[in-house]
């Protein structure tokens, strides 16, 4: 597949920090995706309850929502700003502990219990840290992390899941040569090689 002048680029973890010190996020959507609300059916298939992870969720309002719903919300972000602003903007009483299998990671968890940010690289997780999920919400992650790292991302997600899990997933269609990203290109067939 050609992804044009994409394949090499990198970017770094410092160039999201900065995103977020600069309040250069564009990709913040202060209203909650309409797809998630369009297809929030598919994500949920008639269940309750569930655990729901946000993969690079930044400080994504559609967590509150959910969690308002009665599902237990993780997210992964690796900007501490972005998870603080996501808690104060809502309101949300937390607290925060240090991840002892994670070096320098935080956890920030409501009081109330159902929303839980881990703020690290999202490949510092596995599943003996944060469980499986019945649910992903992957609105801007797959498009986000660096073409070099699609695998290793793919394949950590895919451990995450339960069997019967639901995944939710936005890409964007536009010319890779056009536009260096993120977010990047990522082509239906290297999704279906990606997840099967």
């Known amino acids: 597949s050609d992804i044009g002048s994409q394949k090499e680029r990198v970017v770094t973890e410092e160039e999201w920090l900065q995103k977020w010190e600069m309040g250069n996020i564009g990709f913040h959507k202060e ?6 609300q369009k297809y929030l059916d598919v994500l949920l298939n008639g ?3 569930l655990r729901i992870f946000f993969p690079l969720c ?12 009665g599902h ?6 690796v900007s501490e700003q972005a998870v603080k602003e996501f ?7 937390y607290c925060e502990e240090p991840v002892p299998e994670i070096s320098g990671a935080k956890m920030f968890q409501s009081t109330s219990g159902d929303i839980s940010l881990y703020c690290c690289s999202i490949y510092d997780l596995s599943s003996s840290i944060v469980g499986k999920f019945d649910g992903v ?3 801007g992650a797959l498009v986000a992390v660096n073409p070099c790292d699609r695998q290793r991302y793919a394949s950590l997600m895919i451990n995450l899941v339960e069997k019967n899990s639901s995944y939710l997933l ?3 269609s536009y010319d890779p040569n056009k536009h260096k990203g993120p ?6 067939s290297e999704i279906q090689s990606l997840f099967g």
Not at 31 to 36: D, E, I, S, T, Y
């Open 183 to 188: 977010p990047f290109y990522v082509p239906e």
């Open 31 to 36: 209203q909650g995706h309409p797809l998630l």
């Open 87 to 93: 808690f104060s903007e809502h309101s949300l009483p």
């Open 170 to 172: 936005v890409t964007v």
């Open 47 to 49: 269940r309750s309850g």
């Open 137 to 139: 919400w992957d609105r």
């Open 58 to 69: 930044g400080k994504a309002v559609e967590m509150k929502w959910l969690a308002d719903m």
């Open 72 to 77: 237990s919300v993780v997210g992964v972000e």
